[in-house]
């Protein structure tokens, strides 16, 4: 049974963001909480934490691109981008979405995971773009409506993401299937496993994007207002 | 040859900026906090790598209680007005798009001109980090290309950046810190102990439903863990490979590529990825910071389904 204390991490975890408590503080004192009921002692956690923390700085180098982002922002670029969506006549807010989606899924098919992301293209470009092209179509939104659409701006970035970059032999996470299988010995090339990846990029591209055309169906048909 | 040391003394530059500019930032009762947190990061970024495990675990604690106690502000500082933008929009024109291209364009072409060309021979950038140098790379570009053509004031760039940092806060390390749980789950064996209970509830002789926990196993874990990488090896040890592949003939190839973007449907589910689900929400400054989780779910779940009838048809 005490094999089973190393799990009241998970447990402080899920409570944790449940009760919106500080998600850093959540997030330490699972740490710890796992550390010691896994036998390490104080010192060992903290210094594991510390190391796994000190490794993982890659992730966070990304915030370099906000003063460009932010300098871009003070000369009108969200403006700019919105009013570039209001004089394309075609443009809705399903489409432009979609072939962010398409555009997203490719670059990353091709290693490019880097090219786009939430900071640099979602909040300066995609986002302030939608927004305006679902305006364009539904009129003024509401709130929640408004929220709905940059939400949903952000999660096709993600899903553009995620179901494009396991296409690339070389990403990460071909190569720990990779390595995990040949542990085991079975021994598998990376093109392999990447052509793989296809069949649920299709999916994902047909499931998300006709969620994506839909949406824009439905926003203006909730309150039955505007774009008549 | 430039290394990712290269990219966090960039940062630590940043930060260092930003936490200065922040103690100076009178308008803002929290200033002192703010700077303290940011200063932490940049020390992190410049001297985390000579730093003890310890020392840096530390560190991580500090800039946790700065953020547990409330201490981190949001400071404002003074930028342009929403008429002023609507008015330099329309005086700068469509041209404010190149600048932000730099950015993508010079990771893009600069990533394909080096795997693909000889210019990758000379070994010039560490190939592990090759797209992230160049995004680097982009934004000091970007950054020249604005200040001589916008001619901000000299402030204007940290001032700026600053100001969307702290519009993101403590959501900013975040991501950093569930990675670092992560190793500390590792460590303990928290993996191998949900394996096992993931391993335990295999009936026998139906493929289907192996094929249903197995997916259903990647996507839970990597709920919990905010990480398919996490998940994959655990899972892959439990069901994977001694029951799909070895018990029941599965191609490995497909079980191992589709099983790990079943878990990607996971990361999809969970705020405990949070670079990709909660920091985007304090960047777009939703007001729920699950509003991207909630647009993603109804993509995620009928995506499961897909994976799990994909390997059932295509690996047996």
Redesign the interface.
């Known amino acids: 049974m005490s094999?089973?204390l190393?799990?009241s991490?998970?447990l402080i975890?899920?409570v944790g963001?449940a009760l919106?408590l500080?998600?850093?503080?959540v997030?330490?004192l699972?740490?710890l909480a796992?550390?010691l009921?896994?036998?390490?002692d104080f010192?060992a956690?903290?210094?594991?934490?510390?190391?796994?923390?000190?490794?993982?700085?890659?992730?966070?180098?990304?915030?370099?691109?906000?003063?460009?982002?932010?300098?871009?922002?003070?000369?009108?670029?969200?403006?700019?981008?919105r009013?570039?969506i209001e004089q394309i006549r075609s443009a809705t807010m399903g489409r432009l979405l979609l072939l962010y989606l398409l555009f997203r899924q490719i670059?990353a098919a091709?290693?490019?995971?880097?090219?786009?992301g939430?900071?640099?293209?979602?909040?300066?470009?995609v986002?302030p773009m939608a927004e305006a092209a679902a305006e364009k179509t539904h009129g003024e939104l509401e709130?929640d409506e408004r929220?709905?659409v940059?939400?949903?701006?952000?999660?096709t970035?993600?899903?553009g993401l995620?179901?494009g970059e396991?296409i690339f032999v070389a990403i990460?996470?071909?190569l720990?299937?990779?390595g995990?299988?040949q542990s085991?010995g079975?021994e598998?090339t990376p093109l392999?496993?990447?052509?793989?990846?296809i069949?649920?990029a299709i999916?994902?591209f047909i499931?998300?994007g006709s969620?994506l055309l839909w949406f824009d169906k439905r926003l203006g048909r909730s309150s039955g207002r505007a774009g008549q | 040859m430039i290394t990712?040391d290269w990219?966090?003394i960039?940062?630590g530059i940043?930060?260092s900026l930003f936490s200065l500019l922040s103690a100076l930032d009178q308008a803002n009762g929290k200033r002192f906090g703010n700077a303290a947190f940011w200063g932490l990061?940049a020390i992190?970024?410049f001297f985390?790598?000579m730093?003890?495990?310890?020392?840096?675990?530390?560190?991580?604690?500090v800039?946790?209680g700065i953020?547990?106690i409330g201490w981190l502000g949001r400071s404002d500082p003074p930028?342009?007005s929403l008429e002023?933008?609507?008015?330099?929009?329309?005086k700068?024109?469509?041209r404010?798009?190149l600048?932000?291209l730099i950015?993508?364009i010079t990771?893009?072409a600069g990533?394909?001109l080096y795997?693909y060309t000889p210019i990758g021979d000379s070994g010039v950038f560490e190939t592990r980090?090759v797209?992230?140098i160049l995004?680097?790379l982009g934004?000091l570009i970007?950054?020249i290309v604005?200040v001589a053509w916008?001619r901000?004031p000299l402030l204007?760039?940290?001032?700026?950046?600053?100001?969307?940092?702290d519009s993101?806060g403590?959501?900013?390390?975040?991501?950093?810190?569930?990675?670092?749980?992560?190793?500390?789950?590792a460590?303990?064996?928290?993996g191998d102990?949900?394996g096992g209970i993931a391993g335990g509830v295999i009936p026998d002789g139906n493929v289907f439903v192996a094929v249903l926990i197995f997916c259903l196993g990647m996507a839970l874990f990597t709920m919990?863990m905010g990480n398919?990488?996490a998940a994959?090896?655990v899972m892959?040890?439990a069901i994977g490979?001694p029951f799909l592949?070895i018990e029941y003939g599965g191609n490995?190839?497909?079980i191992?590529?589709?099983?790990?973007?079943a878990g990607?449907c996971g990361?999809?589910m969970t705020?405990?990825a949070?670079?990709?689900?909660?920091?985007?929400?304090a960047?777009?400054e939703?007001?729920?910071?699950y509003?991207?989780i909630?647009?993603?779910v109804?993509?995620a779940i009928?995506?499961l389904a897909?994976?799990i009838l994909?390997i059932y048809f295509?690996a047996f």
């Open positions: 094999e089973y190393v799990l991490g998970v975890v899920i963001f919106r500080n998600p850093l503080l997030v330490t699972a740490a796992t550390g009921l896994g036998g390490l010192v956690v903290i210094s594991a934490f510390g190391a796994a923390f000190n490794d993982n700085r890659y992730i966070s180098v990304v915030w370099i691109v906000l003063p460009v982002i932010g300098l871009l922002e003070r000369y009108g670029l969200q403006q700019r981008a009013s570039l670059t091709l290693g490019l995971t880097s090219v786009a939430h900071a640099q293209t979602v909040r300066p470009l986002a709130e929220e709905q940059l939400g949903m701006s952000a999660a970035d993600n899903i995620f179901f396991d990460a996470s071909i720990l299937i990779q995990v299988f085991y079975y598998l392999q496993l990447s052509v793989w990846a069949p649920t999916c994902a499931i998300h969620r | 990712l990219l966090y960039l940062a940043a930060f990061l992190s970024f985390g790598g730093l003890s495990d310890f020392a840096n675990g530390i560190l991580v604690l800039l946790v953020a547990g930028t342009t002023e933008r609507l008015g330099l929009s329309e700068f024109g469509n404010l798009f600048p932000a950015i993508p990771a893009f990533t394909i795997n980090w797209t992230l995004l680097g934004v970007a950054l604005c916008l901000p204007a760039p940290i001032e700026e950046g600053r100001r969307l940092m993101i403590w959501a900013a390390v975040l991501p950093q810190m569930l990675a670092a749980l992560g190793a500390v789950f460590l303990a064996g928290v102990v949900i919990i398919a990488f994959f090896p892959a040890a490979i592949v490995p190839a497909i191992g590529a589709i099983g790990m973007l990607f990361t999809l705020p405990m949070a670079n990709f689900n909660i920091v985007p929400a960047l777009l939703l007001k729920s910071q509003g991207v909630r647009m993603q109804a993509t009928p995506l897909c994976n994909l295509l």
